[in-house]
Structure formats: structure tokens, C-alpha cells
């Protein structure tokens, strides 16, 4: 716990509530680094049909969006991978590897 002095004491609410928030914000862009490099696999990958490396690149431009916040910006990328993860065609490398970042992204909290 953080506290006010820096020592053992009372912990200030308000400097633990910017605290928590900054670890949260950090975790966030923690989490949504990893799915891009994981979806730049996707799309990089010849052997994964087209229609699927398309659907990677448009997740990753949702990820990249300025003026949306974290969750927004994982809920829109999921909702691709998931409308893609249909796919009866899909490679299975190509199947795990949308899951791994959608299961990322499903932890990416406002």
C-alpha cells in the first residue's frame, strides 16, 4: 500500500486511487501491445488465408485509435476476430493465434 509519508501508517486514499488507476492504465496498454504483435503474426503470415489477415488488419487499426478508450478499442477488435473466427477454413495456427488475442483483449477493462 501506498501511503502519504512513505512510510508505515495510513494509506491516503487519493494517492492509492491514482496509484491503482495508473497500474490499471499500464496493464491495459500492457495488454493490448501484446495482442498487436500478435495479430502482426496473423498478418504476416502468408500460409493464413486473405480474408483473415484482412480481419487482423482491420483489429489492429482499431487497436491503434487515438480518441477511443482501451476497452472500447479491445471491444471493437473482438468483435472482428470473433465475426472471423467463424471461419470454417481457418487454419488451425491461425485459429489459435486469434484466440490467444482475443482472450488478451477480453481482460482489457476501462
Known sequence: ????????????????????SRLAQY????????????????????????????????????????????GVKAANAVSVLDEVNQDPNMPLHARTLLWQAISILETVKD
Do not use: H, Y
Open 27 to 70: 496493464d491495459n496498454e500492457a495488454k493490448i501491445r501484446q495482442a498487436l504483435m500478435i495479430l502482426n503474426r496473423v498478418m504476416n503470415d502468408p500460409s493464413i488465408p486473405r480474408n483473415i489477415r484482412r480481419a487482423a488488419m482491420f483489429a489492429i487499426r482499431a487497436l491503434n485509435e487515438k480518441n477511443l478508450t482501451p
Open 1 to 20: 500500500m501506498i501511503t502519504e509519508s512513505g512510510g508505515q501508517g495510513e494509506t491516503n486514499p487519493n494517492i492509492q486511487k491514482r496509484f491503482d
